[in-house]
């Protein structure tokens, strides 16, 4: 009887020690899982912060202006001008309507 018991008792121990080898595996797999995120987001934030507001041709400092009633950003040192999505759509649309105006003045109509 004795033999039994033991046997069940450790029968019992090794359940229970996979049970918790299993939940410290999953433990340590969440663990890394958030790990890995924030790994990418910091570095996501530090491609951001390096390159936002640079002039894609040289690297220097982008600021915002007006043009035509649109925000673009021009490079403080090539002078290029950089259209975020839609606003060069924007300026044109706006420019082809007063074409057409000029043009219904011109023909009368």
């Known amino acids: ?14 359940r229970n020690e996979k049970q918790l080898v299993e939940a410290a595996r999953k433990a340590r797999q969440q663990r890394e899982q958030e790990r890995a995120a924030k790994e990418a987001a910091e570095m996501r934030k530090r491609l951001r912060e390096s390159h936002f507001m640079k002039c ?36 044109l649309m706006e420019k082809d309507a007063e074409r057409s105006g000029f043009l219904r003045k011109l023909l009368g109509v």
């Open 56 to 91: 894609p041709k040289c690297g220097h400092d982008l600021r915002e202006e007006a043009l035509e009633g649109v925000t673009v950003d021009r490079c403080t040192f090539c002078e290029g001008v950089f259209f975020d999505a839609g606003e060069l759509d924007k300026v």
């Open 1 to 14: 009887m004795d033999d039994i018991a033991r046997s069940r008792e450790d029968e019992w121990f090794h």
